[in-house]
Structure formats: structure tokens, C-alpha cells
């Protein structure tokens, strides 16, 4: 049976700090960028994953990207990162990864996936995280935790699970979630999160003004900064993906994606007081 993703059900979840907590306790998010020319999704990601609460966030990048990211951050941390052994270990302690948003579709984005799959961290795997594994899916579910979190749109669930949509968005989410032993966020207009252990639910509160690029970036970054502060991976889905779409309804016209995050602290303190 799909429930309706009410935050009635989650809310009690939520991770707030307490007078004993400090900065690593609250949660450590990574988020790995593309290259030099699109670092954008990844500081989007983290940008999010920080707000959302997660208490040290650090994006790993390629040697080349760090003049780039490093005048544009200031609360994030930056490590280079030359190869996926080095990838793996400068990853190591991170709660929660993101990877995938601007990541290339090229060999080097499935190495440096099996790389962090041995951190035991739970991994956030998006956008190119996900295409680059057409017709390879063998080799992603190989590497996947139970916690682990796949958030692709249509597209991408296309090329991962070749004509599974055509039964229905819930039964291909479900599915999906049997075959990659992992939690689906399955986006969209009513987006449907689906459990390994066969709980799904259904968005109702979708906001059209997330349809603009980046959007699915900064969910990602959501995601992995609640998963960072060890809320239960399909409770972080559900919980970010509510409070994405009512961060995108709050500001509503002209919204773009590098908006979304400046909306989470009036969403936010909505949740805590209620
Ligand atoms: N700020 C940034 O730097 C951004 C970088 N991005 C990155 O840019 C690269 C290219 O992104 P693209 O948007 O071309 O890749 P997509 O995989 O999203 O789109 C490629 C194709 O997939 C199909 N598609 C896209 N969305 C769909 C949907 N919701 N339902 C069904 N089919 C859909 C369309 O045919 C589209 O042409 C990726 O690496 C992505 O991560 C994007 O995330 C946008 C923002
Ligand atoms: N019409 C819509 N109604 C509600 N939500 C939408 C709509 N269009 C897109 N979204 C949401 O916006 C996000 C887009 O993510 P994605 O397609 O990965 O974009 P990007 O790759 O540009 O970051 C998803 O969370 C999706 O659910």
C-alpha cells in the first residue's frame, strides 16, 4: 500500500542539535564535483547539505577544479582528490556521500563509486552517478549498501532499468528497489520513494517551479545531509524531497535552483516548532 510522504510520518525523525553536540557529531557530508568547467552541481549539493543541518560538509574535487570551487565556498571544506584510491581515502570518516551531480559519464565516475562504496559511508548517487551505469547496472548493484540512495528522474531510471516504468511509477519504483537492494527516489511532478524492505511513498506536495536545472542537485545534497546526520535513509529521502517541494512552493516565480537553499531555514523552523 503507497502511503502519502505526510511529514506527520517523519517528523519526529528529524535530527536537531542539542547542547552536547559540536560540529562533527552532528553529521559528516562529502560531495564529490565534476571537473574544472562543472563544479556548479556539486557546490549546489553541498550548499544544501549544510543548510539541512549536516555539521561539516567538504567537497572532493579534481586537482584542476580546486581554483575554481575554492574562491566560491566559504562554510565548505575542499580536498583534491587525483585518483579513486585517493578519492577513497580522503572520503574516509564521511557519514554520507554525494555523487554523481556534473560527475561525467566516463569510466572514472564508476571507479571512483566502487572506491567510496568501501567507505561504509552512505552514498547519495545521482545524475551521471546513475546514467553511467546503462547497460552496466550489474556493476552498481554489486557495490550498493541496503542505506545507499539512487535518485534518478525518468531519464535516468530508463537507462537503469529498462522498460520498468511502462507497469507504473510505483511498481517500477518498488522494483527497482527489490533489484538494486536500495532506496529509489523516483522524481517527478509526485515523486515516489520506495524501500528495499518494500515501504514506498508518494510527494503530494510537488512544486512545477522545481522544473529548472540544478534542482535535483541540491535534493541530492538534502538527502545526503539528513542520511549525514544518521536519519534512516528512507525517512532522509522522504523528508528532504517534502521539504524541497515546500521550499520551492515558499518562493515560488522566478526560482532557480541555487535559491532552494536560502528557503530550508523558514521551512525548517516550520518543522521544528511546528
Ligand atoms: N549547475 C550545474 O552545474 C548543473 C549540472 N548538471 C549536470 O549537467 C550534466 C548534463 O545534464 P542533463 O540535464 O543534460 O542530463 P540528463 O540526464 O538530465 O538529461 C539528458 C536527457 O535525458 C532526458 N531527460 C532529462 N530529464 C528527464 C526527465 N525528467 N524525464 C525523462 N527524461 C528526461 C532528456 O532526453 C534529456 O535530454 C549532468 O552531468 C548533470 O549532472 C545538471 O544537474 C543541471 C545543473
Ligand atoms: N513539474 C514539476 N513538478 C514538481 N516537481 C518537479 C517538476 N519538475 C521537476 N521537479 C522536481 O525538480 C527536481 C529536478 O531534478 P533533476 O531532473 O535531477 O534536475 P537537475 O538534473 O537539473 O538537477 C526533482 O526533484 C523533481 O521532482
Known amino acids: 500500500m503507497i502511503e502519502t510522504n505526510d511529514p506527520a510520518i517523519w517528523r519526529n525523525f528529524l535530527p536537531w542539535p542539542s547542547a552536547e553536540t559540536h560540529k562533527h557529531t552532528r553529521g559528516r557530508l562529502a560531495v564529490v564535483s565534476g571537473k574544472a568547467h562543472q563544479t556548479g552541481a556539486a557546490r549546489l549539493a553541498a550548499h544544501a547539505g549544510l543548510r539541512i543541518g549536516a555539521g561539516v560538509v567538504r567537497i572532493l574535487c ?19 582528490f587525483s ?4 578519492l577513497g581515502r580522503e572520503a574516509a570518516g564521511s557519514d554520507a556521500i554525494v555523487i554523481g551531480p556534473a560527475a561525467g559519464l566516463e569510466d572514472a565516475t564508476i571507479a571512483n563509486i566502487q572506491a567510496l562504496a568501501l567507505s561504509g559511508a552512505v552514498l547519495v548517487i545521482d545524475a551521471d552517478g546513475l546514467s553511467v551505469f546503462k547497460g552496466r547496472t550489474a556493476e552498481l548493484f554489486a557495490v550498493l549498501d541496503r542505506d545507499d540512495i539512487l535518485t534518478p528522474h525518468e531519464g535516468e531510471f530508463e537507462r537503469l532499468f529498462p522498460g520498468l516504468l511502462a507497469q507504473g511509477r510505483e511498481t517500477a ?3 527497482a528497489a527489490r533489484m538494486a537492494q536500495a532506496t529509489i527516489v523516483l522524481k517527478g511532478a509526485r ?3 520506495a524501500s528495499p524492505d518494500g515501504r514506498i511513498r508518494r510527494n503530494e506536495n ?46 515560488g516565480p522566478g526560482l532557480t535552483s541555487d535559491d532552494l537553499s536560502d528557503v530550508l531555514p523558514k521551512v525548517l523552523a516550520s518543522l521544528w516548532k511546528g
Open 206 to 251: 510537488g512544486s512545477a517551479w522545481l522544473a529548472t536545472a540544478g534542482t535535483g542537485d541540491v535534493l541530492a545534497g538534502m538527502i545526503g545531509g539528513l542520511a549525514a546526520q544518521r536519519m534512516d535513509s528512507f525517512d532522509s529521502a522522504c523528508a528532504a524531497v517534502w521539504i524541497h517541494s515546500d521550499a520551492g512552493e515558499r518562493f
Open 83 to 86: 585518483s579513486p584510491e585517493v
Open 62 to 80: 579534481p586537482p584542476d577544479a580546486v581554483a575554481v570551487i575554492a574562491p566560491a565556498v566559504q562554510a565548505i571544506m575542499l580536498t583534491p
Open 173 to 175: 519504483a518498488i522494483e
Open 191 to 193: 515523486t515516489i520513494i
